[in-house]
């Protein structure tokens, strides 16, 4: 089993709508997680983190973190055609870095 | 700040051959860290610096890779007699050590191996 699971998707839905997107672990020990968005052949690029359980919220996106569950979430809200791209949950313990597959999101018009 | 930026961003070569990647971090940043991407799947670590100290290696990284920072600013990493299933992408990141030190990525190197 991965430390780290999410959906590979791809994820399809139109534009404006709200997308939820999600990854669980098995490891404990992971104390910051993150979402990066990687646009194809570009390298990953950091859209936010959080450290404790509970919800934060930046523009349209919000991530949402429940470590009783090792469940998160990032939402996006009135997605737009640019948010297309694949976007990896991120797990921190120590230094390193551990991701998911990421899920690959399309927005259509 | 120019971000971190990877050298070549492209590299083709042929079994057999070794090949070097070059890494500029962000400038003020003091970690450094190497991860692998193949197609449909997240990078994976496989190494790290602080400063010019290589403090963590991962299983992944065989003895045919090696890397160095030797000033403490860029880095390089190699690998000899490179195996089709080295083919990758190579990112880089960079990061200021602190409580959150979050990793900024660079565009990658793209790797086949013939």
């Known amino acids: 089993q991965k430390e780290v699971e999410q959906d590979p998707g791809p994820l399809s839905v139109p534009e404006g709508a709200i997308v939820s997107l999600n990854c669980t672990y098995s490891n404990s020990a992971f104390q910051y997680f993150m979402w990066y968005r990687q646009y194809s052949r570009k390298g990953p690029e950091l859209l936010m983190y959080?450290?404790?359980?509970g919800n934060k919220e930046d523009g349209r996106f919000t991530a949402q973190v429940d470590k009783s569950s090792k469940y998160i979430s990032l939402f996006i809200r009135d997605s737009q055609p640019s948010d297309s791209a694949t976007y990896l949950c991120a797990m921190r313990q120590a230094s390193k870095l551990t991701f998911g597959t990421g899920t690959r999101l399309q927005v259509t018009l | 700040d120019t971000g971190v930026s990877q050298d070549p961003r492209h590299k083709i070569t042929k079994r057999g051959q070794n090949v070097t990647f070059r890494c500029d971090p962000i400038?003020?940043?003091?970690?450094l860290y190497w991860y692998r991407q193949t197609l449909g799947q997240g990078p994976e670590f496989l190494t790290y610096?602080?400063?010019?100290?290589?403090?963590?290696k991962s299983r992944l990284l065989s003895d045919r890779f090696s890397a160095e920072r030797p000033k403490g600013s860029f880095s390089t990493l190699e690998i000899q007699r490179t195996e089709q299933g080295d083919s990758a992408m190579y990112l880089c990141a960079s990061s200021l050590v602190g409580t959150v030190e979050t990793q900024y990525f660079g565009p990658g190197t793209r790797l086949l191996v013939l």
């Open positions: 610096f602080q400063n010019e100290a290589q403090l963590e």
């Open positions: 959080t450290y404790s359980s």
């Open positions: 400038s003020e940043h003091n970690r």
